[in-house]
C-alpha cells in the first residue's frame, strides 16, 4: 500500500519570503502526485500535479514543485509567499492501480505573517 | 460551469440518530468519491460511485453507505452516529474516476458535529 508523509505539520514564515513543504510517500508501484490547498471553510483546489515527464510542475498561483524519485519526495515551492497563501496544503499519491482514489498526507498548515 | 456542490454545509446530530449529506458533481463528471476529514487521521477515502455502482470503497464500518442516481449526485448516510463521526465530509468528481492521472474536483464540504 502507499503512504504519504507530510514532515512539517505547521510552516510560519514571512510575507514575501520564500517556503518549502516537504512531502516524501511510499508505494511499491508507479505513482502519480498532487498538491491540494485548502482554504479556510473551504474544499480542496489542485495547485499542481506529477503525472511523467518533467520533473519540476508548474501549478497555480505560483507554486511549483520537483519529483524526485530517487528520494521519493514531491516538495512544494514558492519563491515570495503572500498573505493569502496562508492555508492547509495537502500533497496526495494516486497509484496506478486503475481508480484514481487519492491517498492523502496529513497536511502542513502554511501560515504567512506580514 | 459550476463546481461541485454539497448540502448541507453544516449539521448537528446528537449520538444514535442518522444523517444524509448529499452531492451534485460538475456537470458530465459521473465518478463521484467521498472522503472523511478529522483531525487525528485527516483525509481518508470511503467509497467512490460510477454509474450507480459503487466500485470502490475505503476501510469504514458498514454504518458508512453511499447512493448515486442517475444523474450522478450521490448521497452518503451514516447510521447510529458515533461522536468519532464529527467530521468534515468532502465529496469529488471527476469523469470517470478510473486512471491515476484523472484530476478529483472537490466540493466544500459538509461539516458533522455529532454531540
Known amino acids: 500500500a502507499q503512504s504519504v508523509t507530510q514532515l512539517d505539520s505547521q510552516v510560519p514564515v514571512f510575507e514575501e519570503a520564500p517556503v518549502e513543504l516537504r512531502c516524501n510517500y511510499s508505494?511499491?508501484?508507479?505513482?502519480?502526485l498532487f498538491w491540494y490547498v485548502q482554504y479556510p471553510n473551504q474544499g480542496l483546489q489542485l495547485l499542481l500535479k506529477?503525472?511523467?515527464?518533467?520533473?519540476l510542475v508548474k501549478g497555480i498561483n505560483g507554486f511549483e514543485a520537483e519529483f524526485n524519485k530517487s528520494q521519493t519526495s514531491f516538495h512544494l515551492r514558492k519563491p515570495s509567499v503572500h498573505i493569502s497563501d496562508t492555508a492547509e496544503y495537502f500533497c496526495?499519491?494516486?497509484?496506478?492501480?486503475?481508480?484514481?482514489?487519492?491517498?492523502f498526507g496529513k497536511g502542513t498548515m502554511l501560515l504567512v505573517s506580514p | 460551469k459550476a463546481g461541485v456542490t454539497q448540502t448541507p454545509r453544516y449539521l448537528i446530530k446528537t449520538r444514535g440518530q442518522q444523517v444524509t449529506l448529499s452531492c451534485s458533481p460538475i456537470?458530465?463528471?459521473?465518478?463521484v468519491s467521498w472522503y472523511q476529514q478529522t483531525p487525528g487521521q485527516g483525509l481518508q477515502f470511503l467509497f467512490e460511485?460510477?454509474?450507480?455502482?459503487?466500485?470502490n470503497k475505503g476501510n469504514f464500518p458498514g454504518r458508512f453507505s453511499g447512493r448515486q442516481f442517475s444523474n450522478s449526485r450521490s448521497e452518503m448516510n451514516v447510521s447510529t452516529l458515533e461522536l468519532g463521526d464529527s467530521a468534515l465530509y468532502l465529496c469529488?468528481?471527476?469523469?470517470?474516476?478510473?486512471?491515476?492521472?484523472?484530476?478529483?474536483?472537490f466540493g466544500p464540504g459538509t461539516r458533522l458535529l455529532v454531540l
Open positions: 508505494s511499491s508501484v508507479s505513482v502519480y
Open positions: 506529477y503525472l511523467s515527464g518533467s520533473t
Open positions: 460511485y460510477f454509474s450507480e455502482t459503487q466500485r
Open positions: 496526495a499519491v494516486s497509484v496506478d492501480s486503475g481508480y484514481s482514489t487519492l491517498t
Open positions: 456537470s458530465g463528471h459521473r465518478s
Open positions: 469529488a468528481s471527476s469523469f470517470t474516476g478510473f486512471g491515476a492521472q484523472e484530476t478529483q474536483y
